[in-house]
């Protein structure tokens, strides 16, 4: 079977959306590349390169992507956001696995023994206090992030912090004020184009590594984070094709269906643009569809 184009990158073929506006042939593209860097990571990782060190790469390369939309964003508007100012810090973050063990391996560098300790024990209990809720109450029940420092309002982690915390921006201090205060009638309304392409980020990283861990993985930050700060084999166990994290954790499966759904107009995308002649846009087509079923389990069409 013939292999796809390696990625070329995203600007190359970036066309300027309206002001405003979801850039969906960004997205597309961006889907594109991760289902590229899909084959070539799980080539590497077969020949026994570490996954850290494919997911240290792709963390860096991926943030950079959620990095740029809040930066077009914050320079189309003037946002509240500021050091100290943590309300959007009380909310359930979703991350995906390569994000969760990037960021406890940055948190072993970078954190003093006691500190890290601690942490993993407030990560365990701010999971457990989860656990207990029924999910529609655990959305709204606005627990601080256990990264968050409690004094300066700041990020532990602000480095290695995971693609949706790049999204976070809001027009309104009070407004996300609001939704950690009076979570049932209000909501945090974060800057669409920068949620967005973080989000997006995130995907498409949870994406690149859905070689590992039986599939895509993905869920929420603190329960994830307790997982990997206080089992020293998850990530192992990860590489190895377990999802070792709790499943009660996860979002939904509406999720994997976008995705696939997404995957699939990106990979047509892909098809049409890098391969003119009909064999071999069949073939990439054929790639699609095996990366689909490999990382989702759909099997929708490519139409
Ligand atoms: S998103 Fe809201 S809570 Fe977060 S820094 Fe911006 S204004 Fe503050
Ligand atoms: S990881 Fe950092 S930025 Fe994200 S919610 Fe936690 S404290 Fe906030």
New binding site residues.
């Given amino acids: 079977m013939r292999r796809p184009a390696p990625p070329s990158s995203v600007s190359d073929r970036k066309r300027e959306p309206p002001p405003g506006a979801v850039d969906f042939d960004a997205e597309l593209s961006v889907l594109a590349d991760s289902a590229a860097f899909y084959y070539r990571d799980r080539e590497a990782a077969a020949t026994g390169t570490t996954p850290g060190r494919l997911i240290g790469e792709a963390f860096e390369r991926t943030a950079a992507i959620a990095d740029a939309a809040e930066r077009g964003a914050s320079s189309k508007h003037v946002?509240?956001?500021?050091k100290g100012?943590?309300?959007?810090?009380h909310q359930n973050v979703r991350a995906s696995a390569a994000e969760v063990f990037y960021l406890a391996r940055w948190l072993r560098v970078h954190l003093p023994a006691d500190e890290l300790q601690a942490l993993s024990a407030h990560a365990r209990d701010s999971a457990a206090r989860l656990k207990s809720m029924p999910q529609p109450q655990r959305a709204l029940a606005r627990i601080a992030c256990a990264l968050l420092d409690p004094a300066t309002g700041a990020c532990r982690a602000h480095e290695a912090r995971p693609m949706l915390c790049r999204g976070?921006?809001?027009l309104?201090?009070q407004?996300?004020?609001r939704a950690v205060e009076s979570p049932g009638e209000n909501r945090?309304e974060?800057l669409l184009e920068a949620i967005h392409g973080a989000g997006l980020a995130s995907m498409s990283l949870e994406l690149e590594f859905g070689f590992l861990g039986g599939g895509p993985v993905s869920g929420e930050l603190t329960a994830m984070l307790a997982v990997a700060l206080t089992d020293a084999t998850a990530e192992a166990r990860w590489s190895r094709g377990e999802n070792p994290f709790p499943r009660h954790n996860e979002f939904s499966t509406h999720l994997n269906s976008r995705m696939a759904r997404m995957l699939a107009a990106a990979w047509a995308r892909l098809a049409d643009e890098r391969h003119e002649d009909a064999g071999e846009t069949a073939d990439v087509r054929a790639a699609a569809m095996k990366f689909l079923r490999e990382t989702t389990g759909a099997d929708e069409s490519l139409h």
Avoid: E, I, V
Avoid at 79 to 82: E, L, M, Q, S
Avoid at 85 to 89: E, F, G
């Fill in positions: 946002t509240a956001c500021r100012c943590a309300w959007c810090c976070q921006l809001s309104s201090a407004t996300c004020q945090f974060p």
